[in-house]
């Protein structure tokens, strides 16, 4: 590193890099955007195909030198009509409505609503163990709390998730006639969080959603007292055929064609519920921002920088896959790849995946982000869809944020636009591009 005047020209550059964020940039202006005109926008609806619109126009107004489109087939799960559940005592017949969002990917109940009585387990394990005798005809409740002495709440997600992964495969072979899960929220409050499940082929389908978690207190507090009670559930959700939509990416063309590509990312689908103002709409708007910046700082790369919207993160992961294996394809070198997919929350640091020489080259340029309080670079990862590009000897980083609220929003209605800081997300764009920066001037060798 070269110094001036007591500084480096890298912490110059990631000073000019930082202070064109936070005072001008556009990321969280785009966002709202994104949010309030758009919405939600689940793989194959209308919603959708508008983000990719919106996506292809503002990759442009970011300064891209191209923009492109990848034509993919994505899963097509709908809602329907809202989902509806309630508690009936068996004391007295009296009706305790219950705040339910299904699964994606579930059935629906036919049209019909659902009444029967309810086992409540903690967890998949314990599930096995009642056998069918225990659950044949009920509709199995798992009250499986994410783990609070887990610091970093991701450590705490992993587990907590297989029962929304899983529940409903469980129960379906010990003859339940539908899952209800605690939500996948470390907080209580009263938002249900939805997020994918996984059907094999070889069993039936039942319907399968997450119960918020000040209700699922409610509803294990009541089953104490209550063993007979019983809930009526309706779902109207259904899978409907595969529908076409597009990754969407948008380049700053570099200096040399052979260096390759480093790459900046984050989905563009969400779930129906919400705004997907946090998950992913923050890191698109991040990824893209990565090419304002890096324009504006008026560096000229060595390597193509490309910023891509993934489509289809949340229900099948189509996007990622098949831009790696158009990537594969077409033989582009793919150096580094980095996806936001953590939430817009104050950057902390990069989760790291790849070659141990190349986690420490990165975990050398450490002091020049320390000013900025970000320090973690010892946590293993990448993202969803860039972890399709793994087998090409891409090096991948994900962008960590500060994860304590993530889980709060993730997934749930609560995921709107009002609950993301501009200061916040607008450094994690920053970060991002300083990173960039850093790679495409040092290389990872």
């Known amino acids: ?54 996506a292809e126009k503002s990759m442009k107004d970011f300064g891209a030198d191209t923009v492109f489109l990848q034509n993919i087939m994505v899963p097509h799960w709908v809602r329907g009509e809202k989902e509806s559940a309630s508690i009936i005592s068996s004391k007295n017949n009296q009706s305790t409505p219950l705040n339910v969002l299904a699964l994606g990917g ?79 929220n470390p907080s209580l409050d009263d938002f249900p969080h939805t997020g994918t499940l996984h059907y094999p082929d070889t069993i039936k389908k039942i319907p399968a959603c997450a119960v918020s978690t000040n209700d699922a207190e409610k509803l294990s507090a009541m089953l104490k007292s209550d063993p007979q009670l019983k ?97 594969l394809e077409k033989n582009e070198k793919h150096i580094a790849a980095i996806e936001s997919d953590c939430g817009g929350f104050t950057p902390r640091g990069f989760f790291l995946q790849g070659d141990s020489l190349k986690k420490e080259k990165i975990r050398s340029w450490k002091n020049l982000f320390e000013s900025y309080q970000i320090h973690s670079f010892n946590f293993d990862g990448g993202g969803a869809d860039i972890g399709h590009l793994k087998n090409q000897n891409t090096f991948l980083l994900g962008l960590l ?29 920053a970060t991002m591009a300083a990173m960039i920066y850093l790679i495409d001037k040092y290389g990872l060798e």
């Open 1 to 54: 590193m070269i110094t001036v005047f007591g500084q480096s020209q890298d912490s110059l550059m990631l000073r000019k890099i930082y202070n064109e964020s936070l005072e001008h940039g556009q990321a969280y202006n785009y966002l709202k955007v994104l949010c309030k005109q758009i919405g939600h926008r689940l793989s194959g609806s209308p919603e959708a195909e508008k983000a990719v619109k919106w």
């Open 401 to 429: 944020p500060d994860t304590q609220r993530y889980f709060d929003i993730h997934h749930s209605p609560n995921d709107v636009f009002e609950h993301v800081n501009r200061r916040e997300l607008q450094l994690g764009a």
């Open 106 to 184: 579930s059935v629906g109940t036919n049209g019909k609503t659902i009444a029967a009585n309810v086992v409540e387990v903690t967890s998949l394990d314990e599930l096995d163990k009642l056998g069918t005798s225990k659950c044949a005809g009920k509709i199995v409740f798992i009250n499986q709390h994410m783990d609070a002495t887990k610091i970093m709440t991701f450590d705490a997600y992993g587990p907590a998730v297989t029962i929304r992964w899983a529940g409903a495969k469980r129960a379906a072979p010990l003859g339940a006639v539908a899952v209800i899960i605690r939500s996948v």
């Open 231 to 327: 809930i009526k559930l309706k779902m109207n959700c259904m899978q409907l055929p595969d529908a076409p939509s597009h990754n969407v990416s948008g380049e700053i063309k570099g200096a040399d064609a052979n260096a390759g590509y480093l790459i900046v990312g984050g989905h563009l689908d969400s779930w129906d519920t919400g705004e997907g103002a946090h998950d992913d709409g923050a890191g698109v708007v991040q990824a893209m921002e990565v090419l304002n910046l890096l324009k504006k700082a008026g560096i000229k790369p060595r390597h193509t920088i490309r910023a891509v919207a993934f489509m289809n993160e949340e229900n099948g992961g189509k996007g990622g896959e098949y831009y790696a294996k158009n990537a």
